[in-house]
């Protein structure tokens, strides 16, 4: 259901769609619509949260991960998922 290719400081993450929706539920929809996600690692989410929650279309809502980051998603201008994620424990 959820695949991750590695190279040097790249990452490539596939996620199955109906999985993807589980996560997203926004996405839920009767037709077929092309989507990906691109994911941003940042060292100050709080305050691109603030900057951003009020200007954008919130995709989910700042949360914690059972996999350690802090993490909102949002849509850009074409309906495509930006996830802003912090590493929770940076020491």
């Not at 690692?41 to 691109?48: K, M, Q, S």
């Not at 279309?57 to 949002?74: D, S, W």
Request: hydrophobic share 35%; no cysteine.
């Amino acid at each position: 259901m959820f695949a991750i290719l590695k190279k040097d400081n790249t990452i490539i993450s596939f996620q199955e769609k109906d999985n993807i929706i589980s996560e997203y539920e926004t996405l839920k929809t009767d037709f077929i619509k092309p989507t990906f996600t691109l994911f941003f690692t940042v060292d100050n989410i709080d305050e691109i949260y603030k900057e951003l929650k009020d200007k954008v279309l919130i995709a989910k809502n700042m949360h914690n991960t059972f996999y350690g980051t802090k993490e909102f998603a949002i849509f850009d201008n074409n309906g495509n998922i930006l996830t802003i994620s912090e590493q929770e424990n940076k020491n």
